[in-house]
Structure formats: structure tokens, C-alpha cells
């Protein structure tokens, strides 16, 4: 033996069970023919900053904070790096120079995705994070142009809009379908719906309606295709994250 170890990368939330994330990392590294280790934890919340405090320390390549942890995780983030106020954070890599870099890669790759082309209008269906919130809504403030639709959000509102914004519901709202998607117009797929849901209930009854649907899937999978870029330099394939988080949660 030389001594050497291979890279590690290390996937943490809270609870940990049900995550596809190490599944989809090691299967999308074995492609790549790159034998690095893929470590998944169950961190309590009042644990995360010593969590990722040895892990700045202990050669760890890169690290995938699940959603449940967000606001700790980026606390600890700010402290480390020295920020003037705290970042959401859900990757971590491990630079040149000994330290981790934190980025928000689910936020780059959906803004990524609004960038590609112009919206003219917006409507963000859902709750709207409170300015006091800690965690950020996932695109930028200015690419809001139109208050929250009501709920369920008028035919003709829905047909106005080019770009549509789907986000978690009020706790009250638990209808199977809360957005009457069934009465929405059709669309022949020049306007794009975006889930940014763990899984809208509505999502298959919008996609049949033509629009052009980006699911909670795909956001997975893009922000999986990210953080493996920053880890590793190269490029994934996101068929191969898709299968492996289809074959783990058993779609």
C-alpha cells in the first residue's frame, strides 16, 4: 500500500433514510471510472456544525446538504467563510487551497434554466417566502414580475403566463387537485412549468395539458449533475442519476 486514499464524498441530512443522493453519486462516479467513496450521515440539526467543521479538516472532497438541514448548514457556513450575512448552501467542494467552497447548485441550475430563454410573464403559484425567512426563495426576487396566483389560480391567469412557478401549498390546501389543472388551458409547450416541490400532486395533470413540464425529478437530477461537475471536473450523465434515483425510491 501507498498510503493514498481515494476521495471521499459525503452526503448529510436529517433524517438521512429515504435520500437517493449516495446512490446516484456512486453510480454516476462508477461511469466516470473514478473509485471515490460515497458516505452518507444522519446529522441531528444541532450537530451540523461540528459535522462540517471535521469535515473541513479530514479531507473530505465534497459534501451534499439535504434540504433538512439547510438553515444550519448555511449558519455554519457563514461563520467559516467569513460572510457578512448567511448563504443557503447545498454543496460543499474541497478547493486548491485546503478550504471548502459552498455553492447552491439546485438555485444555479434552475436560474440556469429561466436564463436560457425570455419570459415575459411570471406566476409564482404557491406561498412566498416571508422577507424574515431564512432560506431564500430558489430564484431571484426580480425574476418575480406578478404577485402569488390565488389558489386554485384562474384559467386566464394561467394562460397569460409563459413561465408558471409551482411551490409548496398552504397547510390548509390538501385537495388531490388544488389547482383545478384539469380546467387549465391547453398548451402546445411554448409555456415552461416548474416544480419547485418535492412533487406537485398536480404535476402529471399539468403535463398532460402540453405544457412544457420541469419536474421535481429533473431539478434533483440537474443539482446532482452540478455538484458532480464541482467535485470532479467532468461532466455526468443525467440518464445515469435519473435511473439510479427511479431504481432507489422505486418508481
Same mark, same amino acid.
Given at each position: 500500500?501507498?498510503?493514498?486514499?481515494?476521495? $471521499?464524498?459525503v452526503? $448529510?441530512g436529517?433524517?438521512?433514510?429515504?435520500? =437517493?443522493?449516495?446512490l446516484?453519486?456512486?453510480?454516476?462516479?462508477?461511469k466516470?471510472?473514478l473509485e471515490w467513496?460515497v458516505?452518507?450521515f444522519?446529522?441531528? =440539526?444541532?450537530?451540523v456544525?461540528?459535522?462540517?467543521?471535521? #469535515?473541513s479538516v479530514?479531507?473530505? &472532497?465534497g459534501v451534499?446538504?439535504?434540504?433538512s438541514i439547510? !438553515? &444550519?448548514?448555511?449558519?455554519?457556513y457563514? &461563520?467559516?467563510?467569513?460572510?457578512? @450575512?448567511?448563504?443557503v448552501?447545498?454543496?460543499?467542494?474541497?478547493?486548491?487551497?485546503g478550504? #471548502?467552497?459552498? +455553492?447552491?447548485?439546485?438555485?444555479?441550475?434552475? !436560474?440556469?434554466?429561466?436564463?436560457s430563454? @425570455?419570459? @415575459?410573464? +411570471?406566476?409564482?403559484?404557491?406561498?412566498?417566502p416571508?422577507?424574515?425567512?431564512?432560506? =431564500?426563495?430558489v430564484?431571484?426576487?426580480d425574476?418575480l414580475?406578478?404577485? =402569488?396566483?390565488?389558489?386554485?389560480?384562474?384559467?386566464?391567469?394561467?394562460?397569460?403566463?409563459?413561465?408558471?412557478?409551482?411551490a409548496?401549498?398552504p397547510?390548509?390546501? !390538501? @385537495?388531490?387537485d388544488?389547482?383545478?389543472?384539469?380546467?387549465?388551458?391547453?398548451n402546445?409547450? +411554448?409555456?415552461?412549468?416548474?416544480?419547485? +416541490?418535492?412533487g406537485?400532486?398536480?404535476?402529471? %395533470?399539468?403535463? %398532460?395539458?402540453?405544457?412544457?413540464?420541469?419536474?421535481?425529478?429533473?431539478?434533483? /437530477?440537474?443539482?446532482l449533475?452540478?455538484?458532480?461537475?464541482?467535485? /470532479?471536473?467532468?461532466?455526468?450523465s443525467?440518464?445515469?442519476?435519473?435511473e439510479a434515483?427511479e431504481?432507489?425510491?422505486?418508481?
Amino acid at each position: 500500500m501507498d498510503g493514498t486514499t481515494e476521495p $471521499i464524498i459525503v452526503v $448529510i441530512g436529517h433524517p438521512i433514510a429515504g435520500n =437517493p443522493s449516495q446512490l446516484a453519486i456512486e453510480r454516476s462516479l462508477a461511469k466516470l471510472g473514478l473509485e471515490w467513496r460515497v458516505l452518507s450521515f444522519d446529522v441531528a =440539526p444541532n450537530d451540523v456544525a461540528k459535522a462540517l467543521d471535521g #469535515f473541513s479538516v479530514t479531507g473530505i &472532497q465534497g459534501v451534499m446538504i439535504d434540504p433538512s438541514i439547510r !438553515n &444550519q448548514a448555511m449558519q455554519w457556513y457563514a &461563520q467559516y467563510a467569513e460572510l457578512d @450575512e448567511a448563504a443557503v448552501i447545498d454543496c460543499l467542494d474541497m478547493g486548491d487551497d485546503g478550504r #471548502f467552497k459552498g +455553492t447552491y447548485e439546485r438555485k444555479n441550475w434552475i !436560474n440556469d434554466l429561466i436564463d436560457s430563454r @425570455e419570459f @415575459e410573464t +411570471t406566476r409564482w403559484i404557491g406561498e412566498l417566502p416571508s422577507d424574515g425567512e431564512a432560506i =431564500p426563495p430558489v430564484v431571484d426576487p426580480d425574476k418575480l414580475s406578478a404577485a =402569488p396566483s390565488l389558489i386554485p389560480p384562474e384559467p386566464e391567469t394561467i394562460a397569460a403566463a409563459d413561465l408558471i412557478l409551482l411551490a409548496d401549498l398552504p397547510a390548509e390546501i !390538501n @385537495e388531490d387537485d388544488p389547482l383545478e389543472a384539469e380546467a387549465w388551458p391547453e398548451n402546445d409547450g +411554448t409555456s415552461l412549468v416548474i416544480d419547485l +416541490t418535492s412533487g406537485h400532486v398536480d404535476a402529471a %395533470r399539468i403535463a %398532460r395539458r402540453g405544457y412544457q413540464f420541469v419536474s421535481a425529478l429533473e431539478i434533483q /437530477t440537474g443539482t446532482l449533475q452540478r455538484c458532480l461537475h464541482r467535485w /470532479t471536473g467532468e461532466d455526468v450523465s443525467s440518464e445515469t442519476i435519473a435511473e439510479a434515483i427511479e431504481e432507489y425510491l422505486g418508481v
